[in-house]
């Protein structure tokens, strides 16, 4: 008997430890990644590439498209590497520098490399510095207010004492700390299209457009001589006060090349280049020995220290034709061309090297969707070419690598499990795919496309139901196993004004299910948000028996003023609890009966997802307000009681890194791993957005409460 209870509370002994152990192995520890990264060339985007040496190696910037055309960036993102003297690359992924479109520029102040770049809102001039050990040693800021660059390459200039930046209005002079000394009007005899900047070789600087050039000394003060009209523009590239200026007259012409004398502003007669000009895509740089014309076409002309053509322009193996910049060391010579991605060649006094990818980045990833059989989780998201999958353990570990393709199709998936299989769908705003997948190995077992979007899966512990927008409407439906319709599709009794009906959810409470949508109302025209803040939905719902009865004759009203795309819905197994937002967080808890309690507005952010725990719901949210830009905003989960109050908050990710789209769910008993995305700006990954799991925790006052 003695040892028979002996044996049993030994054996109850080790079921509690291996209950403590499988609760400690299920937390996430810390940030995990949801795959492994694979690498490419990320496409170019707007803004013209630039480059300068420091005498010996060489500084590369660019903005290219990484992120992979996430709709919610409103620009691009702005690169720099550094390239040594033999045309290594040093910084394969590129150093983010920040956000940022259209012209841009970098120049060698003797210390470290100055970047420009422009801002439209406000007009502004930024800049920021990097060591030649790539450290940005001076973060973005703001040079030049109220300005802009405008001309598509050689913006900048530097002597090592004072940098001359080209603007919309004009010039400015910066010191070694990038403040302004001085500054200049535009002439109305330059070009309104803008100036390009050089330093002429023996200290001072020539500012240079198709109108005239202006002549500024070591200090960036104009010459008594002051502007000197010209009909030319084109590049120049100086030897001391000998320059060679490089020039067209107009598309479809060829290039011509003249002696430029910057201290009067007069040129030698032209000598016309076998070279077409193209779309003005060229550049010229000094060498030691001579100068070096570069054509975007890929021809090559070298000239002798007379500005005297050496033979016929070599041909390169360089495809089509794209713009170019190029710099020197004094040797050799780095050409940057704007190809789709960006590209760069080495050019040494004997040879022209290949074009190689100036830089690769990891995978972009978007909108992760996450869901549990209880011994794996299993993420969705999507990619440029289609929607990925993969399986994580319990502490987050990724099980399938770089995760799987599933389908072609793109857009924001939903994911869930039905006690045997998990199920992955997503709409491309006409059909929605359903996938199948194995939860032992991540094997798809079937693909089923029905017409219709955004589509959800919800289970009541037997049955299985999707919700979606059935091709001009909210319907529900059973689902067999393989996450096709497996009744005829219910749909909600028409509104009292018809509006679109999209953005279905479905919650079961234990004996009814509710199904909400929102109903759209066009304030602005047609324009989507952000770009129309105005836009507004109503929230409304209906009651469905298990059987999917209608049970409300007419819907309820939830909500009459929603962002659109943000309601969200739940049940603690007796009510409901709707959250959306509008001008901050809401949520609405609705009876089994139908009756609709008070609108709660909780806090400022935006409702992203909500779950029932077990213990209680818990609300995903940024806490920026709608429409705002959302970093460097942090991503929380607000615990809420049954009632839809607020009682704790705990934080998700409180990086300064870019963040969107939280998932959530639950193991039961209070137990939640959020998924989301973060730019991440690691040498892992290059900037791209990229999915991770976490457990939140205590928000220690970062968030709302």
């Not at 045997?420 to 769908?425: G, H, L, N, Q």
Request: proline content about 7%; charged content about 15%; overall charge negative.
């Amino acid at each position: 008997m003695t040892g028979g209870t002996t044996a049993r509370i030994a054996s109850s002994i080790a079921f509690l430890l291996t209950i403590i152990a499988s609760a400690a192995f299920a937390q996430i520890a810390g940030e995990r990644p949801v795959s492994a990264p694979v690498f490419y060339a990320p496409v170019s985007s707007s803004g013209s590439p630039a480059v300068a040496s420091d005498g010996t190696s060489f500084l590369a910037v660019w903005c290219d498209g990484r992120d992979g055309g996430d709709i919610n960036r409103t620009q691009g993102d702005l690169y720099a590497s550094r390239i040594d003297s033999d045309g290594t690359i040093l910084d394969p992924l590129g150093i983010f520098v920040a956000s940022a479109n259209g012209p841009l520029g970098v120049a060698w102040n003797g210390d470290a490399y100055v970047i420009i770049w422009s801002t439209f809102s406000p007009y502004a001039v930024m800049a920021a510095r990097i060591a030649p050990d790539g450290r940005i040693v001076d973060p973005p800021h703001v040079v030049v207010p109220g300005a802009f660059l405008i001309s598509d390459k050689h913006t900048i200039a530097s002597n090592g004492n004072v940098t001359v930046v080209s603007t919309n209005g004009g010039y400015s002079v910066l010191d070694k700390d990038l403040h302004v000394i001085d500054s200049g009007t535009r002439s109305s005899n330059f070009s309104p299209n803008g100036s390009s900047v050089y330093s002429n070789g023996s200290g001072g600087f020539i500012l240079l457009t198709g109108n005239g050039s202006l002549r500024l000394d070591g200090s960036g003060h104009p010459t008594a001589n002051g502007l000197q009209p010209s009909s030319i523009g084109g590049v120049i590239a100086c030897h001391g006060n000998e320059c060679l200026q490089v020039f067209d007259i107009g598309i479809g012409s060829n290039l011509n090349a003249a002696s430029y004398d910057p201290t009067t502003g007069s040129h030698s007669p032209a000598v016309g280049l076998p070279i077409p000009s193209g779309y003005s895509y060229y550049d010229v740089v000094a060498t030691a020995d001579g100068y070096l014309l570069f054509s975007g076409a890929g021809l090559v002309q070298r000239f002798d220290g007379q500005h005297n053509p050496l033979g016929p322009p070599t041909s390169l193996s360089w495809p089509g034709s794209a713009g170019v910049a190029a710099a020197s060391n004094g040797h050799n010579t780095v050409v940057l061309r704007s190809t789709n991605p960006v590209s760069i060649a080495l050019v040494t006094p004997a040879s022209a090297g290949d074009l190689r990818n100036v830089a690769s980045s990891g995978n972009a990833q978007r909108y992760p969707a996450i869901a549990t059989d209880g011994s794996t989780y299993l993420v969705a998201w999507e990619e440029n070419d289609g929607i990925y999958a993969g399986r994580l353990s319990l502490d987050g570990t990724a099980l399938d690598g770089r995760g799987r393709r599933i389908t072609t199709a793109t857009g924001a998936p939903a994911v869930a499990y039905d006690g045997a299989s998990y199920f992955v769908s997503v709409g491309d705003g006409s059909q929605t795919t359903m996938v199948r997948i194995d939860p032992s190995n991540g094997a798809t077992l079937a693909t089923r496309t029905i017409c219709g979007d955004a589509m959800h899966i919800a289970g009541n512990g037997t049955t299985h139901i999707a919700v979606w927008d059935n091709c001009g409407g909210t319907a529900a439906a059973f689902i067999d196993a393989n996450g096709a319709p497996a009744s005829t599709p219910v749909s909600p009794p028409p509104a009292i004004t018809w509006r679109p009906q999209v953005h279905p959810a479905v919650a079961w409470n234990g004996t009814e299910w509710l199904m909400t949508w929102e109903e759209e109302i066009d304030t602005c025209g047609g324009i989507s948000p952000p770009n129309c803040p105005a836009a507004m939905v109503t929230i409304r719902g209906v009651r469905l028996s298990a059987a999917l009865t209608l049970i409300d004759t007419m819907p309820i009203t939830i909500s009459e003023r929603s962002v659109p795309g943000s309601s969200r819905l739940a049940s603690d197994g007796h009510d409901f609890l709707a959250v959306w937002s509008s001008d901050s967080v809401h949520d609405r808890r609705i009876s089994a009966s139908g009756e609709v309690f008070d609108d709660q507005a909780l806090f400022a952010g935006t409702a992203q997802d909500v779950i029932w725990d077990g213990v209680q719901y818990d609300l995903a949210f940024t806490t920026s307000k709608p429409f705002f830009t959302p970093s460097p905003a942090d991503l929380a989960v607000a615990h809420l009681r049954p009632s839809g109050q607020v009682f704790e908050t705990f934080l998700i990710s409180a990086t300064t890194d870019d963040k969107r789209n939280p998932a959530l769910v639950s193991l039961g008993n209070g137990r939640v791993v959020a998924a989301y995305t973060r730019l991440g700006h690691e040498s892992l990954y290059g900037g791209v957005p990229r999915a991770f799991v976490t457990t939140p925790r205590p928000a220690r006052g970062r968030a709302a409460r």
